[in-house]
């Protein structure tokens, strides 16, 4: 019971360290993109990339991001979606965006797996 009682405080305490960033699915994404102007960036490393992304998305790969959050100040109080392979990276650039002061910060649910998933379009690197 001891165990039991240590495993939730510190899975408690743990969750207080990440932001509270909002998910959003790939069609809410979609609709954030073309109706409100909602900017992608997606997270993935130069090869995933190079195979196939969405249109119109900002490739900063995660290992990247709190080096060049300087770049997406621009958009700091605009929709920012964050996006990888399945979520999880993207989730923790979300947090590094919204702990840098980003406003209107969110990841997408399933990343690029959900996305083509949902029959939305990708397009190639140049």
Known sequence: MKKIIVL??????????FADVPAVSPQQAAQMQSE???VIIDVREKDEWNSGHI???IHIPLSE???RVSEL???QNQPVIMQC????RSARA???????????????DGGLNAWQKADLKTTQAN
């Open 73 to 75: 100040a621009k958009y």
């Open 85 to 88: 392979r399945s979520g999880s």
């Open 65 to 67: 991001i709190s080096n």
């Open 94 to 108: 979300a947090d590094i965006l919204a702990k840098s002061g980003f406003t209107n910060v969110h990841n997408m």
């Open 55 to 57: 249109a119109g998305a």
């Open 8 to 17: 939730l405080a510190s899975l408690l305490g743990m969750s207080s360290v």
């Open 36 to 38: 409100k102007n909602a």
